[in-house]
């Protein structure tokens, strides 16, 4: 009976340290729709979950096919006018908040695509946050 | 010897039957009026209904098929008439993604699809064509000189106006990105506006064309 308090400690000691530590932000369901041919510029969408204690900002992001990758918010104004324009200092994540990159609203604007994107093409993305942390993804291409 | 009363005696038979029969009766009514109700009900279309009594305006432009746009070609279809440009990443390929997937879901070749260019500058009738034709190979694009996509724009009470972008981006076209649905007779009679589903698309489509 002992023998265990120490092992049992040693073990909630290293799973704390698992939680605070490593988990981090998570990125999923990252999907881009599919590019007509001809368009210069596409949008990549995606859930980003911020489970720490610590806000974090994505201020950044590279991908090979886009000659430049802008962060962009679309909005609508009262009369249905819909403008969209860069995120200036990048998309925060607020500490236990998720936030959702979607159609009509945040996404990373991939600029001067060097080919058209197509269904079932997966385009690694490298993400770059204010806190140094960055993150590969992997942005599923569908139609629609 | 000891008293025993009698307990109280029911209703008679007859009495307690009826009020059972009339308790249904309501019961039964009720519900059969809620169903009744709900298919009386008028349609609920997703946006904004108009009751125009002349003819959708006609615009002086051409379409990506080589002829000029002209409302009576199209005369039995329902045409969702919209005003974008290909540079936009995220709004407009939305839209005529789900309109696309909107006409599938009908299955009808008897909704067409219309993009007038608010970018003329950027957008050549060639690459307008290969952009709407990619959502949808029946969709059309609309272009023309830069007078006639604005008295188009302003028939419809559309606004769109150009704002600098970055340098990679170049300009960007702020624009209303309603979906302007005329029916088949040619009257204007549904403003969809920027963000209805495509299954909700459709069963708007599906029930102009009833």
Not at chain 1, 95 to 110: F, R, S
Not at chain 1, 118 to 123: I, Q
Not at chain 2, 113 to 119: R, Y
Not at chain 2, 191 to 198: E, I, R
Request: proline share 6%; net charge negative.
């Amino acid at each position: 009976m002992n023998s265990m308090k120490p092992v049992g400690l040693a073990v909630l000691a290293i799973a704390l340290a698992a939680c605070g530590g490593n988990v981090g932000i998570a990125i999923d369901e990252a999907w881009g729709r599919a590019s007509p041919s001809t368009a210069e510029a596409a949008a990549f969408y995606m859930r980003i979950d911020n489970p720490t204690d610590t806000g974090d900002t994505l201020v950044g992001a590279d991908a090979e096919p886009c000659g430049a990758v802008e962060l962009h918010e679309s909005s609508m104004n009262a009369d249905g006018v819909m403008s969209m324009a860069q995120v200036a200092g990048g998309i925060a994540i607020p500490a236990g908040d998720v936030v959702l990159l979607e159609p009509g609203g945040l996404h990373i604007m991939c600029i001067g695509l060097d080919h058209e994107l197509v269904e079932g093409e997966v385009v690694p993305v490298d993400l770059e946050f204010a806190s140094g942390e960055s993150r590969s993804i992997d942005v599923q291409i569908r139609s629609g | 010897m000891i008293e025993t009363t009698e307990p109280p005696a029911p209703p008679p038979p007859k009495r307690r039957s009826l009020l059972r029969v009339i308790v249904a009766g309501v019961v039964v009514g009720l519900i059969g009026a809620f169903f009744v109700l709900r298919l009386v009900r008028p349609y609920e279309y997703h946006g904004t209904v108009l009751q125009a009594a002349d003819k959708a305006p006609a615009i002086d432009l051409d379409a990506t098929d080589g002829s000029p746009l002209e409302w009576s070609r199209f005369e039995g279809k329902v045409v969702a008439l919209y005003f974008g440009y290909t540079f936009c990443p995220d709004v407009c390929p939305t839209t005529l993604s789900d309109v696309a997937r909107a006409k599938q879901i009908v299955g009808s070749e008897d909704i067409q699809a219309i993009m007038v260019t608010v970018d003329p500058a950027r957008d050549d009738p060639d690459t307008l064509r290969q952009y709407v034709t990619s959502f949808d190979p029946s969709f059309l694009g609309a272009y023309g000189s830069d007078e006639a996509i604005a008295q188009a724009a302003a028939l419809y009470g559309v606004y769109y106006e150009a704002r600098e972008g970055s340098k990679a981006t170049g300009y960007l076209v702020d624009h209303t990105a309603t979906l302007m649905v005329i029916d088949p007779e040619g009257h204007l009679r549904l403003l969809l506006p920027f963000g209805v589903s495509a299954e909700d698309m459709a069963a708007d489509f599906a029930h102009l064309l009833d």
